[in-house]
């Protein structure tokens, strides 16, 4: 459905805001642009809705280039970030706004009859009556998806549209948006800074940085097997633990135990260990509680998160997180032993790039 082709964009100031970006979105999916501030997310999203122009490159809906096309003539569409909604109307006519303007504009009976069905479909019928300052955030929100939709576009673009929510409403409208694009069959783009947004809602998720796609692939890849260090310290919560370490005579030198190549699972190896340093990755879940394990530690301070907690601790000079049992009896000052689960740990090269 959308195809966006060596897509480069330089404001006026000289910054590069996007480097060449190539993305395949398939028809009906949901694909979230993910994250930090400045990594170039919500510009794409501009220029795939036509409200920027590129500096090079090119995007297809359906094969066809639209670069050059207007806002209107794309036929997509958007929900802002705070809404939009027009105060002085009600939702029927905020809904309804769309499709009596332009060229294409319709008589108001009609307009109303199709806002009215949208309104049952997003489950706000007995709103349209209402101005937007009476309405809560969810509310507003379902309002204005409501508005994106009753066009009938081809595709929905979304720019961080919970972020106004608290916790407990961005979870349940979050699970509201998949399920209504998922039954309308509506390919989705959902642009977003919060990884557990985009790892719950997405097909799949592009995760960039610094006007760059560090690796787009199903939410379950980015966790399971990052392209690269930064995608392995972004996807995660709590976040990943690293450690400088050396590589000689086969073998990794690690918190003074010796890892040789045999530790680890062989098929997982992507090239040779040819340089001296890298970066050692292991996630929190991947240490276990052992009585004789070979890495003590001294208890930091423990966070409870229900069925787990997280517990703190220093290990070579890093600041370290592990995930167990919150059943266990741990206390800090204690001093506790963990083994490793050397099957699951990443090595990653001086410049980022995952060696296994």
Same mark, same amino acid.
């Given at each position: ?181 998922? =039954? ?85 190896? =992507? ?86």
């Amino acid at each position: 459905m959308i195809k966006i082709d060596n897509l480069k964009k330089v404001y006026d100031n000289g910054f590069e805001a996007l480097k060449s970006i190539n993305l395949e979105i398939e028809e009906g999916s949901l694909v979230c642009l993910l994250g930090p501030s400045g990594c170039g997310k919500t510009t794409m999203l501009n220029l795939i809705a036509g409200l920027l122009d590129p500096t090079a490159g090119e995007i297809y809906f359906a094969g066809k280039p639209v670069s050059s096309l207007h806002p209107k003539d794309r036929n997509i569409g958007m929900v802002f970030q705070n809404y939009a909604l027009y105060p002085h109307m009600n939702v029927l006519d905020n809904v309804t706004f769309p499709l009596r303007v332009g060229k294409n504009k319709i008589p108001k009976e009609e307009a109303n009859k199709i806002a009215r069905e949208y309104l049952k479909l997003t489950d706000i019928s007995e709103l349209e009556e209402k101005k937007p300052s009476a309405l809560s955030g969810g509310q507003q929100q379902r309002v204005a998806i409501t508005r994106a939709l009753v066009q009938k576009p081809q595709i929905l673009l979304l720019d961080e549209p919970l972020s106004n929510l608290d916790a407990r409403l961005r979870l349940k409208i979050r699970e509201e948006i998949r399920t209504l694009v998922k =039954k309308i069959g509506l390919t989705t783009i959902f642009v977003t800074h919060d990884q557990e947004e985009a790892l719950s809602i997405s097909d799949k998720i592009a995760l960039m940085n610094q006007g760059v796609i560090m690796q787009y692939d199903l939410p379950q890849n980015l966790y399971l097997e990052p392209a690269n260090l930064f995608v392995a310290q972004f996807i995660g919560n709590p976040i990943i633990n690293t450690y400088d370490v050396s590589y000689e005579n086969s073998t990794i030198s690690f918190n003074n135990l010796k890892l040789k190549e045999a530790d680890f699972v062989k098929e997982r190896f =992507k090239e040779n260990l040819s340089d001296k340093d890298y970066t050692l990755g292991i996630r929190p879940e991947h240490f276990f509680l052992d009585e004789n394990g070979p890495v003590e530690v001294q208890v930091q301070s423990v966070e409870m998160i229900g069925r787990y907690m997280i517990i703190h601790f220093d290990l070579q000079g890093q600041a370290s997180r592990a995930v167990v049992d919150s059943r266990n009896k741990i206390s800090i000052g204690q001093n506790i032993r963990f083994s490793i689960d050397y099957n699951s740990i990443y090595l990653f090269a001086k410049d980022g790039r995952r060696i296994y």
